[in-house]
């Protein structure tokens, strides 16, 4: 595909916007990395980078593969295009050819069909955004396009050059330019062709594309009316529209600050509109007897063919503006693109930029005392005398003393970042330096999209039960993995779970099974899940967490079952972010579905801080806070305030838990009051879940 640059505005929440221009020769090049080599790159890259910069070069990915699916709905315009400019070609030719009523017909159907395509075009090009395209470069860059179009006005213009008495000569001269602008782009290296394009290039393809329009509509009005018929209420009409649409067009043509793409969507909608009037107006005089058709045609297939022409120009463009061309344009992205697939390589490269995360000199980092005894008896003469190493990590700004764990700082790391050395105090006089291995290669996103792809399993509800719902995450075992199968070629899991194990479990235990009675009764069937424990084998729990993000994105829904504990945990504010980090607001909305546990847990929600969410291990907290404020903490932050809020008016107004769309809605009080009665079965049990940091692998 020829060249062409397109102006496009890169951006991902919580990364700065700026306009990049690519060449679409160049997409290959820039974009999504692919193969052996390219892994090698991202390999020898990735550690060298912060987590911003790995933010804004995967911005620019995406905004160029966002380019590609622009580009495809433009083919599909173009596809379009091609096939009405062939058919009216054909049409044009076969009526004069082939006599008789059934190829009368044929012939009336092809030409309706040109009709359609036709408009189609029109309305799939004018969903673009009009910032994003720029019609004369578009078209420029593409020669044989250009001589495409040349084939519509040669093919109409001749055969009418001589029409009386507003010959259609204007419209074959503009065919002719056309046809030599695609000819001298062709061959640009032969001199008379470059002499050629250099004088041809001042005729803007847009101007040409005005004069045509204003050819076709003012000879084509001239000479219905010049006809010697009754009926001049349909001559008056037609003249009235012509006229708007020509005031219009040269009130458009002579304001020199408006986009000549967005010119060319005026003028081929008004055209369009003015050819429907054509139609209708042809079908009213033939029905009441005021036309004379050819001689030896049929007037029945006449007045059939012109009512089917003026609804199948007119119905696309009434369509695409009641249901929004943005709209449109979404929809027609999506169906190309494969949002599934660009989901998925977003949760990998979450899963990246975790997997990536680099230690840096000077940090803090933890340490068990454990690991602190075995380095002691493996390298007793790394034990130091030393006494102000306390005072400098209480003066690191990302210090927070933890229970179960000594704090250090980061002294040396090696070159590939595989290992690092950690100091910290033993006692008032003496410091221990201890060795770290980071334990695992990091891996580029294109393996850890593998990765997730290959590991994902699902849980179907038939296992799940209250009493396996009841363990902690840390106490997950085989028999908890065994419950859960691999999914299925083509499968989509239901329901990514997010919760937090120091829940009560009978509380989600009974928002899990309305949840799932409601989707049963619209589907028809029992969804599938994807739960920590279930789902990520306990013997590779690291490798688990590693694609965690593609797990996320490899689910229909997110289910949000948030308790009291749910908001101060940063592994469930880590899920959020994932999902939100890539759309909008209005894409997330349909994306989560949230079941608050009490009314507590809805205001915990209107007022999420990021900052005070916790994780057990505080270096996994750690990593987790750098890779989030990367990508843009405080919007992350706005969007679950703003998710909370809307739940709690919901509450407030009566009208269900649930957000619109997710097919799902109760009443809250039904829930509150399930949930406090299946709490208070549960404290009767004497479950002691009140510990809001319970260590927890997920």
């Known amino acids: 595909m020829e060249a062409s640059p397109v102006t496009m505005e890169g951006s991902m929440e919580g990364s700065p916007r700026s306009a990049v221009v690519f060449e679409e020769e160049d997409?290959?090049?820039?974009?999504?990395?692919?193969?052996?080599?390219?892994?090698a790159v991202s390999e020898a890259s990735s550690s060298t980078k912060s987590e911003r910069e790995k933010v804004e070069e995967f911005a620019i990915r995406r905004a160029i593969e966002k380019l590609r699916v622009f580009y495809s709905v433009l083919q599909v315009g173009m596809i379009c295009l091609i096939g009405g400019v062939l058919l009216t070609a054909l049409t044009e030719i076969l009526w004069r050819l082939i006599p008789g009523p059934v190829a009368e017909g044929v012939i009336s159907g092809l030409a309706a069909l040109a009709w359609l395509l036709t408009s189609l075009t029109v309305v799939f090009v004018s969903l673009c955004p009009q910032d994003e395209l720029d019609i004369e470069k578009f078209v420029a860059a593409r020669p044989g396009l250009t001589a495409k179009f040349a084939l519509l006005p040669l093919t109409t213009g001749a055969l009418r050059v001589l029409?009386?008495?507003?010959?259609?000569?204007?419209?074959?001269?503009v065919g002719i330019a056309w046809l030599l602008q695609g000819c001298a782009s062709?061959?640009?290296?032969?001199?008379?062709?470059?002499?050629?394009?250099?004088?041809?290039?001042?005729?803007?393809?847009?101007?040409?594309?005005?004069?045509?329009?204003?050819?076709?509509i003012l000879a084509s009005t001239v000479n219905e009316c010049a006809l010697d018929e009754p009926g001049i209420w349909t001559s008056v009409w037609l003249s009235f529209h012509a006229a708007v649409v020509i005031i219009v067009d040269l009130w458009l043509w002579c304001r020199h600050k408006m986009r000549n793409t967005t010119r060319f969507y005026a003028a081929c909608y008004l055209t369009l509109s003015w050819n429907s009037s054509f139609f209708a107006c042809r079908a009213i005089d033939?029905?009441?007897?005021?036309?004379?058709?050819?001689?030896?045609?049929?007037?029945?297939?006449?007045?059939?063919?012109a009512i089917g022409f003026a609804i199948l120009i007119l119905c696309p463009i009434l369509f695409a503006i009641l249901v929004g061309q943005r709209r449109l344009f979404h929809k027609l992205a999506s169906w190309l693109d494969h949002s599934r697939g660009r989901r998925l390589q977003d949760g990998a490269f979450m899963a990246m930029l975790l997997d990536s995360y680099v230690v840096e000199v000077g940090q803090p980092w933890w340490l068990t005392h454990q690991e602190i005894q075995e380095a002691a008896a493996a390298h007793p003469e790394q034990v130091q005398a030393k006494e102000d190493i306390a005072s400098q990590i209480a003066g690191l700004p990302d210090?927070?003393?933890?229970?179960?764990?000594?704090?250090?700082?980061?002294?040396?790391?090696?070159?590939?970042?595989?290992?690092?050395?950690?100091?910290?105090?033993l006692d008032n006089h003496t410091a221990q330096i201890v060795q770290v291995d980071r334990g695992q290669e990091v891996l580029p996103w294109p393996v850890l999209l593998q990765m997730g792809r290959k590991g994902l399993r699902c849980v179907e509800w038939a296992a799940l039960s209250l009493q396996v719902m009841r363990t902690n995450g840390t106490n997950a075992t085989g028999d908890d993995f065994a419950l859960s199968r691999p999914v299925g070629r083509g499968e989509i899991i239901d329901f990514f779970v997010s919760h937090s194990w120091s829940d009560n479990p009978a509380q989600k235990w009974s928002a899990l099974q309305l949840a799932v009675e409601t989707f049963y009764e619209k589907h028809g069937r029992y969804p599938t899940f994807w739960i920590d424990k279930f789902c990520i084998n306990q013997n590779e729990i690291a490798d688990g967490l590693r694609v965690l993000p593609v797990?996320?994105?490899?689910?229909?829904?997110?289910?949000?079952?948030?308790?009291?504990?749910?908001?101060?945990?940063?592994?469930?504010?880590?899920?959020?972010?994932?999902?939100?980090?890539?759309?909008?607001?209005?894409?997330?909305?349909?994306?989560?579905?949230?079941?608050?546990?009490c009314e507590s847990a809805l205001m915990a929600l209107t007022a999420f801080d990021c900052s005070t969410a916790r994780c057990y291990?505080?270096?996994?907290?750690?990593?987790?806070?750098?890779?989030?404020?990367?990508i843009g903490q405080h919007r992350f932050e706005i969007k679950i305030c703003a998710l909370g809020q809307m739940l709690l008016d919901r509450h407030v107004n009566g009208e269900g838990l649930l957000m619109a769309g997710s097919g799902?809605?109760?009443?809250?009080?039904?829930?509150?009051?399930?949930?406090?009665?299946?709490?208070?079965?549960?404290?009767?049990?004497?479950?002691?879940?009140?510990?809001?940091?319970?260590?927890e692998k997920f």
């Open 27 to 39: 997409l290959d090049k820039i974009t999504y990395l692919r193969g052996p080599a390219a892994t």
């Open 163 to 173: 029409e009386f008495p507003f010959p259609r000569w204007i419209s074959f001269v």
């Open 186 to 216: 062709c061959c640009n290296g032969r001199a008379l062709c470059k002499r050629l394009r250099r004088s041809l290039g001042r005729l803007s393809f847009v101007n040409l594309m005005e004069l045509w329009f204003l050819d076709v």
């Open 286 to 305: 033939l029905g009441l007897g005021h036309k004379e058709w050819e001689e030896g045609r049929r007037e029945d297939i006449a007045i059939v063919a």
């Open 399 to 425: 210090h927070k003393p933890r229970p179960g764990f000594v704090a250090g700082i980061v002294i040396a790391a090696s070159e590939d970042l595989q290992s690092f050395s950690v100091e910290c105090q």
């Open 551 to 597: 797990n996320v994105m490899s689910c229909r829904k997110m289910l949000c079952l948030s308790g009291n504990t749910y908001h101060a945990r940063l592994w469930c504010a880590w899920e959020l972010c994932v999902l939100l980090s890539f759309m909008s607001m209005e894409m997330a909305l349909k994306q989560i579905i949230v079941l608050p546990l």
């Open 617 to 630: 291990n505080p270096n996994e907290e750690c990593r987790l806070r750098r890779v989030i404020e990367a």
């Open 664 to 695: 799902i809605s109760f009443a809250t009080s039904e829930l509150t009051a399930q949930a406090a009665q299946a709490a208070q079965q549960e404290e009767e049990k004497n479950l002691d879940l009140e510990d809001p940091m319970v260590e």
